[in-house]
């Protein structure tokens, strides 16, 4: 993508992070990010912020606060009080400036309208679903032409007691938009889906000092599978048909989850046709960037690379975490276990990704031992090992098998199983042919 059609994206970005980046800085990251690591754009946009965070304070401080119904916002508001009911509300851990913090994020609503929202420094602030609270010293900013409420530092929450609120109808049903499961990916709010039910399990839970079953399990059609979560029970069972209306996107690490809210409708459908062999999910580098994340995906691709962390390693015999020089992050000073492990970059020639390969599949692709790691790092040092490795692998074309996650620098594959390509394995007769022919 050229500058050209990167400009609305560059200018969204400038006003969420101000000074915190340089413009020139701004298109090196927006060309590492699209033209290198081939992310979706929204991908993109969130690692960017993530990485230089957005101010979250405001540029000047008024005397009073104004008060303002949400559809008198304009998105330029330094120090407004709102009286809203918590629509929706999420409580997560985000990385601002390579600290990890908590916030909490959803959407607030009254008679007016909806807006979404963001408590920077929450503390002990729970916000429940469907109370009303008097939101005090908010700022807010436009993202996407739309207002976004912020409640920074000098922001408070109180529970504005006996206050109900309706809001209208309208304003709170998001249009649920039909969609393949295939196709499903990170930020599109309310999906309705027709799949069959691969697999479904309940799990007792304890929320909020409450005794929740979840149901979660998995559902695939024609173009793919996705794991889904139900709050309540739907009875879904394995190896109906259902179409499942309402239902929502939260993504974890990328990876895309279809969850049943209190919204979601299911009904049962007739079975549909060319559910796909959910053993094999098999995807491009290009279709892995846009979706973010999956499971069980398969891809084929060229070693390009074989990366620092490759080759021996050593892990804490008590958590199992990789370990450097004898020191486990967790458990201090410990006498590591030896274990062979590949870092490697695949490119499938319409991107590339990371990937991350065990033991078991590191033997098999090097024909590397460890055993004969440990004789080899035993004479020329562990070093060596990695090296070794590289030099049988560079170049191959293998095909892995794993789950795909995103986080800052793109998409990664956790490899759970891996194998030479077939038409690897003729590249190599010939060129071994074309050796015998030319000793002849
Ligand atoms: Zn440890």
Redesign the pocket.
Known sequence: MDRNELTPTFEELKRVLGDSITDEQLWIELDKYLNEYHTAIETAKRGIIRKYGGSDTPTFVTGNSIVKKISELTGSEASVDITAKAVFVDRKDITVKGQMKTIISGIIGDETGTASFTVWEPGSVELAKGSVYNFRNCYCKTWNDKVQINIGSRGRIEPAEGVSMDLPDRQISVVSQECKIGSIKDGMGNVTVTGKIVSVESRDIVARGEQKTVFSGIIADDTGKVQFSAWSDFSLKEGETVCIKNAYIRSWKGIPQLNMGDRCEISRVDEIAGIIDTSCNRKTVEEISKIGGGLDITLEGFIVDVRQGSGMIRR?P??N?SILNGV?T??GE?TGVADLRLKVILDDGTGSIGAIINRADTEKLTGVTLQAAEGLASIKGEGAVGREMASKIMMKKIEVTGNVMSDDYGPSIIVKSAKKSDTDVIAEAEALLKEVEASI
């Open positions: 804490c008590q958590c975490r486990c967790a458990h410990v």
